[in-house]
């Protein structure tokens, strides 16, 4: 019997594995299609622009040529 002890942590993540998927996949209620509605019509007529985290960097302008800097004197 002291040799099936081994299975005992296997078994316990498969029975709380199979309890977390119920629970997840329970079926829940449908949400009021007005509510929705309203909060949509509500974010399209808001005239705020939109606006990102992060500024977009400017690109450099490619001429397709490689262009080395020009030793001058001293350089």
Do not use: F, H, Q
């Not at 005992?8 to 949400?31: F, I, S």
């Not at 705020?48 to 500024?55: C, E, F, W």
Request: aromatic letters at 6%; hydrophobic letters at 40%.
């Amino acid at each position: 019997m002291e040799i099936l002890l081994w299975l005992l942590p296997a078994a316990l993540v498969t029975v709380v594995a199979m309890c977390w998927v119920g629970w997840v996949g329970r079926e829940r209620p449908e949400p009021d299609r007005e509510v929705l509605l309203r909060r949509l019509e509500k974010g399209l007529s808001s005239g705020t622009p939109v606006r990102y985290a992060a500024a977009r960097p400017e690109r450099d302008r490619s001429t397709g040529i490689a262009v080395r800097r020009s030793r001058g004197r001293g350089d």
